[in-house]
């Protein structure tokens, strides 16, 4: 037999058994039972993370909308969208997960702390969204001219 088919026969095995013995997706690897505070926190960061990041092309659909009103009022609005983008992309340039081996007060404090700045973030765009979508309502898209008709 090939030596490298004998390796894969070797080490599949013990591969299979290691992705079974696997936790949910949503817990650590290195945790077994309930999750701990600390890992709470950073699950629950992440799904605002998650939450926040499925609302990213409202913002780029509303900039389009907004785009096409030709409305010289739009300013203040497309700037409200830009920077609600900014400080979601400015979170995520600096957020930075504490290793799992750091102190868990110190990990299960970076993770509060980092909530509180998303729910700013959030907050943000709740008010960026609500407004621009008030704006689009008052100021509706220029009428696109017709296709002219062909002559045949």
């Known amino acids: 037999m090939n030596t490298s088919r004998l390796t894969l026969r ?14 949910s997706p949503n817990q ?8 701990s505070p ?3 926190a950073e699950m629950a960061l992440m799904a605002r993370h998650d ?4 609302q990213m092309d409202q913002l780029f659909q509303l900039k389009a909308k ?16 830009a920077a609600a983008d900014e400080a979601m992309m400015r979170w995520m340039r600096q957020y930075k997960a504490p290793d799992t081996t750091a102190a868990p007060a110190a990990r299960l404090a970076y993770f509060q702390q980092q909530q509180q700045v998303l729910a700013g973030v959030r907050q943000q765009f709740r008010a960026t969204i609500d407004s621009a979508s008030l704006f689009i309502k008052q100021h509706p ?12």
């Not at 070797?10 to 936790?23: D, E, R």
């Not at 898209?141 to 008709?149: I, L, S």
């Open 38 to 40: 600390a890992s709470a």
């Open 51 to 54: 939450s926040l990041m499925a």
């Open 66 to 81: 907004i785009n096409a009103t030709k409305s010289p009022a739009a300013g203040p609005y497309l700037r409200g969208l």
């Open 141 to 152: 898209a220029a009428a696109t001219p017709a296709a002219p008709a062909s002559s045949k």
């Open 10 to 23: 070797a080490v599949l095995p013990a591969a299979l058994a290691l992705l079974a013995a696997c936790t």
């Open 28 to 35: 650590p690897i290195a945790e077994r039972g309930a999750p």
